[in-house]
């Protein structure tokens, strides 16, 4: 259900007049936005409502969400000195996140809330290129040519991230998932010595909070052994690897999450069934299999398409 909001009409009307930072520290719109997708679509869990550059904002970083482009960073960090900005983050910076998911924990009454926070390479190209990047080129300059400032870069966003998942997790959030979205751009060698380690530490962190960890990027096919080698309980697939080819990769006893590709809800409705049945079927390769969208619905999506395909799952998994 990532960014599953933007597809609602009654997300359009809520955030019409609320720009989206400030939407996304307000605990009664945080509450309302959350409920939407589970209201509408009576899906199994519900995403908490936020963006992964939050964190970052709540520790001083100056920064906003542009509709229609994503996160802008005001001074993109390229140097030690920029590095030096980004400090702890300490559960006061962030009292509107546990209020929020103490609320919605309250109000969704058992089913279980996914809290979430960005991956510290994803992060680091928000930070360093200062908004969305196809290439990743000053990160991957930062990564190659300055290792000591690339390595104690991941190390406060690694903090950073681990801080921002122990309040979601505290306030009572039943699952984490970490987004790195992006690291699917590093080949594999870069993605081991550069990236996984950092990862690894904040899934070793979690691993006696006893919630189930989830790790997500695009475009892994070639990274999904090595983001399960990090720790995480779940590994997210986005559609360009078949369940049942991904679960050969990942670490025995790894569950993963996916994988329609979210531009399929735009075909009839004979071809969405045809290719979740084939999702549901390929998951059954795997050591445990949550259904979802191979990365996150697209803006123009009908709602009615997500509402059938909710119901085509349940009567598929129930039989
Ligand atoms: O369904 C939900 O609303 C869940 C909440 C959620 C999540 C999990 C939002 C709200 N953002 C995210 C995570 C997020 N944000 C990721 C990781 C998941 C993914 O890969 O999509 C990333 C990369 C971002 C960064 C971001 N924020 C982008 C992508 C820009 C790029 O580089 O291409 C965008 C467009 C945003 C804005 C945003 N975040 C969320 C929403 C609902 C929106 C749209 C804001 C609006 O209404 O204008």
């Known amino acids: 259900m990532r960014q599953a909001g933007r597809s609602l009409p009654e997300y359009r009307r809520v955030r019409a007049d609320v720009p989206m930072l400030e939407a996304c520290a307000r605990p ?36 906003d969400i ?34 929020a998911v103490g609320r919605l924990v309250e109000e969704l009454d058992g089913r279980p809330l996914i809290g979430f926070a960005g991956g510290p390479f994803t992060l680091a190209s928000y930070l360093i290129e200062g908004g969305p990047s ?58 081991r010595d550069n990236v996984l380690p950092y990862s690894a530490s904040i899934f070793a962190a979690l691993a006696d909070r006893e919630v189930p960890r989830i790790h997500f990027g695009v475009g892994t096919g070639e990274l999904l052994s090595l983001l399960s080698e990090a720790g995480a309980d779940v590994v997210g697939v986005d ?35 045809e290719r979740a049945r084939s999702v549901l079927d390929r998951g059954r390769a795997a050591e445990g299999h949550i259904f979802n969208l191979g990365h996150g619905v697209l803006p123009n999506t009908d709602p009615d398409m997500l509402t059938r395909l909710t119901e085509f799952v349940h009567e598929e998994t129930r039989r």
Do not use: C
């Open 134 to 191: 196809k290439n990743h080129e000053r990160t991957k300059a930062l990564m190659y040519g300055e290792p000591e400032t690339w390595a104690e870069l991941m190390r406060r966003l690694s903090a950073i991230t681990l801080g921002f998942l122990k309040v979601q997790i505290d306030a009572g959030a039943s699952a984490v998932q970490l987004f790195d979205s992006w690291a699917g751009a590093l080949s594999a060698e870069d993605y």
């Open 239 to 273: 559609w360009r690897v078949p369940l049942d080819k991904a679960a050969q990769r990942v670490q025995p006893g790894t569950a993963l999450q996916g994988n329609l590709d979210p531009a399929t809800l735009f075909a009839p409705w004979e071809a969405v069934e």
């Open 28 to 63: 009664d719109m945080i509450v309302e936005i959350t409920m939407q997708p589970v209201r509408r679509h009576d899906v199994d869990a519900a995403i908490y409502f936020s963006d992964i550059v939050v964190p970052l904002k709540a520790i001083g970083i100056d920064l």
């Open 66 to 99: 542009r509709t229609g482009v994503g996160p802008v960073v005001a001074e993109p960090i390229r140097d030690d000195s920029g590095v030096k900005r980004l400090r702890d983050i300490e559960p006061d910076d962030v009292g509107f996140v546990s209020e």
